[in-house]
């Protein structure tokens, strides 16, 4: 059992508010997932020779007191690279203007302990162990800004609770995916996959789904026609909550097994596990509230 939650906002002065009205519905799934927490945020891209990497050090031996400006000036004694840092707790967001496999080569070959998080132009990713109450205070998800977010509680069932098994899962760019529930074949997708040359960083279920939609829209797939064969592929009990640049995606399996409701205003677009999530936000009361259908695609455009 895990909480997922999701939100969009329409209105552009909302964009300043979005790690606010988040916060409660996050510690709202608390019960659902105690063990970790994650959120992945979605704002204005970088320009388009420029890409960021969400980094984690906890698994260093200096943890939080990792010598984040000592990377960026070792980036630029070795690679020529100006780099700017971002600095959180024991996260940090890398921002740069080259080509992002340079600098995760460097990264794992000098810095084999700091966990690659995400990679992209508009995604900021943070999770860990703990609470909700509590990484979202380490991380100070309330002063979040942009125009969507995912977010997740995990309670583990198939695998270890460490931090990089805590969702949001991430693969290429600006691709997230969260899960409640469990995947019946992710072994079966693994072995699809890794003949196309993808590598597996976990042995979590949600890994092998969060793969298998981003090689489709790698593939040239849009994200329905991803979310289409993942329908036809994926086995078992799961609700998937996924963020792209521009849009949110949510789908359930045949048999809606895993809870999940969704709050409409003309404001935003609000996605919880379970209700009590929702009932902060402004103009609740006047929202089109409903329960997603069993194996259909919801989609919605930042």
């Known amino acids: 059992m895990c909480g997922i939650v999701g939100l969009l906002v329409k209105t552009p002065a909302l964009k300043e508010r979005l790690g606010e009205l988040m916060v409660p519905m996050l510690i709202g799934m608390t019960e659902r997932g105690p063990d970790s927490a994650g959120l992945a945020v979605f704002a204005d891209p970088l320009p388009e020779g420029s890409r960021k990497l969400s980094l984690y050090s906890g698994l260093t031996d200096e943890g939080a007191d990792f010598n984040w400006h000592g990377l960026t000036h070792a980036l630029k004694d070795h690679l020529d ?16 203007a080259v080509a992002p496999d340079m600098i995760k080569r460097w990264l794992r070959e000098h810095h084999p302990k700091l966990h690659i998080l995400s990679t992209g132009r508009t995604i900021d990713l943070y999770k860990d162990v703990g609470t909700p109450a509590e990484v979202a205070e380490r991380y100070d998800f309330k002063s979040m800004k942009g125009s969507h977010l995912v977010g997740h509680t995990r309670m583990a069932t198939e695998s270890a609770v460490t931090p990089d098994r805590a969702h ?3 693969a290429g760019e600006d691709f997230c995916l969260v899960h409640n529930g469990s995947l019946s074949n992710p072994n079966d997708i693994r072995r699809k996959l890794q003949p196309h040359g993808i ?9 092998a789904a969060c793969r298998f939609l981003e090689w ?14 993942g329908f036809d592929e994926m086995d078992g009990f799961y609700t998937f909550l996924m963020g792209t640049p521009d849009k949110l995606a949510l789908i359930r399996d045949p048999f809606a097994c895993k809870p999940a409701v969704v709050a409409e205003t ?7 596990s379970e209700f009590r999530s929702l009932a902060h936000l402004p103009g609740v009361k006047h929202a089109h509230v409903f329960e ?7 989609v919605w455009k930042a």
């Open 81 to 96: 690279v100006e780099a700017l840092i971002d600095v959180k707790n024991n996260h940090a967001v890398l921002s740069f």
């Open 168 to 170: 949001p899962f991430t």
């Open 199 to 207: 590598h597996f960083d976990t042995d979590n279920d949600t890994e």
């Open 216 to 229: 489709r829209l790698r593939e040239g797939d849009e994200l329905e026609a991803a979310l289409q064969r």
């Open 266 to 272: 003309d404001d935003y677009v609000a996605i919880a």
């Open 292 to 298: 997603p259908a069993p194996e259909e695609m919801y």
